[in-house]
């Protein structure tokens, strides 16, 4: 008898254990972000880098902006429900951009523009705390800090050349909300390399 309730009791702290490992998964597919935080990063140190070089050599800045195409982010996360609060997991995304600069008008004619193309490619691990969580309705924060791939492309005067960088990369959204249960859709805001706003399906298992 004290045999088959010492098996019985290991085995409920075995399943308990288990579970407590396991938890609950979640995937998410993000299919909006206007990634306007990219386009505040570019023109800052864009304009800034310009600025310098007109300063210390009057007349070499000769281009200005012309046109800017950001695509968005576009991405795939996973999250693990490890406490009633916390879940844990990461992010993979993708974010195109396209930048024209074009000579000034005072230069040259024979000046071609300039034509840079970028692909940004991240990779975060994500911690993601709940503050108000119920069965339909989870309202929540998160910080994720990573990596971040860009491969860009520069094609001036029928040249072409590239360059490709590995940098990091974060995001904190201190707002989130998630409705629905297992199919749900979700919208953060916050800052960093996905944008101001993002939003989602998610689906939990």
């Given at each position: 008898?004290k045999?088959?309730?010492?098996?019985?009791?290991?085995?409920?702290?075995?399943?308990?254990?288990?579970k407590?490992?396991t938890g609950?998964?979640e995937?998410r597919?993000?299919?909006?972000?206007?990634?306007?935080?990219i386009?505040?990063?570019?023109?800052?140190?864009?304009?800034?880098?310009r600025?310098l070089?007109?300063?210390?050599?009057?007349?070499?800045?000769?281009?200005?902006?012309?046109?800017?195409k950001?695509?968005?982010?576009?991405?795939?996360?996973?999250?693990?429900?490890?406490?009633?609060?916390?879940?844990?997991?990461?992010?993979?995304?993708y974010?195109?951009?396209?930048?024209?600069f074009?000579?000034?008008t005072?230069?040259?004619?024979?000046?071609?523009d300039?034509k840079?193309?970028?692909?940004?490619?991240?990779?975060?691990?994500?911690?993601?705390?709940?503050?108000?969580k119920?069965?339909?309705l989870n309202?929540?924060?998160s910080?994720a800090?990573?990596?971040?791939?860009t491969?860009s492309?520069?094609?001036?005067?029928?040249?072409?050349?590239?360059?490709?960088?590995?940098?990091f990369?974060?995001q904190?959204?201190?707002?989130?909300?998630?409705?629905?249960k297992?199919?749900?859709?979700?919208?953060?805001?916050?800052?960093?390399?996905?944008?101001?706003v993002?939003?989602?399906i998610?689906?939990?298992?």
């Open positions: 008898m045999k088959s309730i010492i098996i019985i009791a290991t085995g409920l702290m075995f399943s308990a254990t288990v407590a490992q609950k998964h995937i597919i993000t299919g909006y972000s206007e990634g306007s935080s386009r505040i990063k570019d023109d800052v140190s864009d304009g800034f880098a600025a070089a007109s300063a210390l050599v009057p007349g070499l800045d000769i281009y200005v902006q012309k046109d800017y950001l695509y968005g982010f576009f991405g795939l996360g996973y999250r693990n429900q490890i406490t009633e609060r916390i879940k844990v997991g990461g992010d993979l995304g974010m195109k951009s396209e930048q024209t074009g000579p000034k005072a230069t040259t004619s024979n000046t071609d300039i840079k193309t970028r692909h940004m490619f991240i990779a975060m691990p994500v911690v993601e705390y709940s503050y108000i119920t069965p339909w309202f929540y924060g910080a800090a990573g990596i971040n791939f491969s492309t520069e094609r001036k005067n029928r040249q072409t050349e590239k360059d490709n960088k590995v940098g990369a974060y904190v959204s201190p707002a989130g909300l998630r409705v629905g297992k199919l749900a859709g979700f919208v953060e805001v916050g800052y960093g390399n996905k944008g101001i993002t939003a989602g998610s689906y939990g298992f």
